[in-house]
């Protein structure tokens, strides 16, 4: 501060001692020369540091009002992130508890399958265990029972039902399916299918039968029809259809493996009406 206020006294003084005539030694003027080029150097050099310092400051400023910009717009961004971090907390309390509403939904029908099938399983065993009884005296020419995929299968051997290359059922086959037919009559809510298998031999000689799907077919529509129209057992219930030797118990062309192949097998099966119209 001091040097920017002599800068001028000294010319003032410099001034005044050429006004007022007042002789100044070579020696000392020379001075005052040196110490009047020093001090301009200072100023200047002061001025110059001056300017770059403001250029300095004006920069700064630049950069501040740019941060000050850019942080508004990440303010912005900020804020327009929360608002949409809110409205997908929003969604999903609303999704989630619309997704626990149907799993819960879900988890009731599958309990209600899972009874229905309960039951199922049980009425199975039931029908099992009665035709077991109701046809035991049967089981030593040929008779079987057993449960495969949820359905009670009576099989029957050829050999209990017909004579050899016959489509006429015999006496013995016809009190075995008559003990069935009791059974059945109890039982209006399962379905019958009545499938006829033949091994795997060529059929020969036996007149308008042309092959094993022949065969097959025309024992089962004798034992369908002896239980419609013999039996009383209602047509609705019951189908008959024909497997020919494609669908054997056991493969072999030996006299006991052919023997087994030919059969008659009685599906019984529990209607599931109520279950399709769950899953619907």
């Known amino acids: ?81 929360d608002d949409n971090l809110n409205s997908l907390r929003s969604n999903s309390s609303s999704e989630i508890s619309k997704l626990s509403a149907d799993l819960q939904k879900r988890e009731a029908r599958l309990k209600e399958v899972e009874e229905i099938l309960r039951k199922r399983d049980e009425a199975t065993n039931a029908l099992k265990n009665k035709l077991q009884k109701a046809l035991l005296g049967f089981q030593q020419s040929g008779l079987s029972v057993d449960i495969r995929n949820g359905k009670v299968y009576v099989s029957l051997t050829d050999k209990l039902l017909f004579s050899s290359g016959s489509i006429v059922i015999d006496d013995k086959g016809k009190l075995a399916l008559q003990e069935l037919a009791k059974v059945l009559k109890t039982q209006p809510e399962i379905n019958i299918s009545v499938e006829g298998h033949t091994d795997n031999q060529r059929v020969v000689n036996l007149g308008q039968i042309k092959d094993n799907w022949d065969l097959s077919v025309l024992r089962a529509t004798s034992v369908v029809r002896f239980l419609t129209e013999g039996e009383k057992i209602e047509n609705s219930r019951i189908t008959a259809t024909g497997k020919g030797e494609y669908q054997p118990l056991e493969p072999g062309s030996t006299p006991e493996v052919r023997s087994r192949n030919r059969r008659i097998e009685i599906v019984l099966s529990p209607k599931l009406d109520e279950l399709y119209n769950l899953i619907k």
Not at 31 to 46: C, F, H, N, R, V
């Open 1 to 81: 501060m001091m040097r920017k206020i002599s800068v001028p006294i000294v010319f003032v003084l410099f001034i005044t001692a050429l006004a007022s005539c007042v002789v100044i030694s070579p020696k000392k003027y020379n001075a005052l020369l040196a110490q009047k080029d020093s001090l301009s150097l200072g100023w200047e050099a002061a001025r110059t540091k001056i300017g770059s310092l403001e250029d300095e400051i004006a920069s700064l400023k630049s950069d501040t009002a740019s941060l000050n910009s850019r942080i508004a717009g990440l303010e912005g961004k900020v804020q327009g992130l």
